[in-house]
């Protein structure tokens, strides 16, 4: 039976990097953004369709269109994520099912707690940086603006909270290799010294 880390970080706070020290230690990472990309491209297209016709683009789904969307309506988001979510579910248990015989397997799921997955995870893993670094990353991204930055932070857990409610915390702020040697203290913990 696999130990199920979640992994979650607000946006910039290098979540992703984190992930990719967990795959090159040899942990499998199921990544909560592949699955959704993956499920826009098929299972997902009749459900946006129905939901937000304007959104789906020579067979799949235009994430910035839907983004776009979403944005200017909470209501159209909340549909989306009751129809999308259960198909995430089965594309996370089809990968714990391949796994099921490792002994740590990683779920990096940026909404982490705002989706209640803190409840079925064996524990989680928050990657945490200054605001200062957060906000410096976050802005020196392709088509990242302030107004989407913040809009992005208000719909997240705040940063403090989630360090709070986790059983792991890397601070990234302190250098990648740092964050790297700490993927690699949790790993030989939590994997039983393999």
């Avoid at 199920?4 to 990472?29: D, E, N, W, Y």
């Avoid at 209501?75 to 594309?91: F, I, R, S, T, Y």
């Avoid at 410096?136 to 403090?160: C, G, H, Y």
Wanted: aromatic content about 6%.
């Amino acid at each position: 039976m696999s130990y199920i880390l979640g992994l979650t970080g607000s946006i910039g706070m290098g979540k992703s990097t984190t992930a990719r020290f967990f795959q090159a230690a040899g942990v499998p990472v199921w990544d909560a953004d592949a699955a959704v990309h993956r499920l826009y491209e098929g299972d997902a297209v009749p459900v946006i369709a129905r939901l937000a016709p304007f959104a789906v683009v020579d067979g799949a789904v235009d994430r910035g269109r839907l983004r776009d969307a979403v944005l200017k309506d909470s209501a159209l988001l909340k549909q989306v994520e009751n129809a999308v979510h259960p198909l995430v579910a089965q594309d996370r248990q089809a990968f714990l099912d391949q796994h099921a015989d490792a002994p740590l397997v990683v779920c990096d799921i940026p909404l982490l707690y705002e989706t209640g997955a803190d409840e079925w995870l064996d524990g989680v893993l928050v990657v945490t940086a200054s605001p200062e670094v957060q906000r410096q990353r976050v802005l020196e991204r392709e088509n990242m603006s302030e107004e989407v930055f913040n809009d992005i932070l208000s719909k997240q857990t705040p940063d403090a909270e989630k360090r709070r409610r986790a059983d792991f915390i890397i601070d990234t702020g302190h250098g990648m290799e740092h964050a790297g040697a700490e993927v690699l203290a949790i790993v030989d913990h939590l994997s039983g010294g393999r």
